[in-house]
């Protein structure tokens, strides 16, 4: 007794020609997510809490004042909006990338302990993470962002698998 067993695999094929263009072409998923990254790294400036859920420190009583002489916004990092206008996230078929566009941003990322307000003697400024980067160089992305910047790129896969 012979037993032949035929598999019409032609709607597996066509989810794996899905996928693989999908690999190939990522762009839209990725953009999705530089979106994502781009709203969580202005959350924090709003929230005024870094990645990780630790509240900023506050502002000094002299940067206060000087805040309220010059009618600033009042809030930790906003006075101009140019920190935060600054934050761009793109995307490339490696992933997503983050930059901030001042010069000063890493003072306020990393602290800087030998600051000095308006010439004047040293006075340290804080650290006020807005990144998720620790130090220089090394990144470290809390799992609550990694689902929301991940969800685009999942949504795309479970699209192309017809899930």
Known sequence: MAVTVTVNDEQAQQTMQRLASLVQNPSGPLRASAQTVRRLVQDTFRDTTDPWGKRWPRWAPATRAARLRRSGSGQVLLDTGKLYGSVEATASPDGVEVRVGTEYASYHQFGNP??????????????????????????????????????????????????
């Not at 650290?127 to 962002?145: K, M, N, Y």
């Open 114 to 163: 030998q600051h000095r307000a308006w010439g004047g003697p040293v006075s340290p400024l804080p650290q006020r993470a807005f990144l998720p980067v620790r130090s220089p160089g090394v990144a470290d992305v809390p799992a609550s962002w990694w689902l929301e910047i991940l969800l685009p790129v999942e949504a795309a896969i479970a699209k192309a698998a017809g899930a």
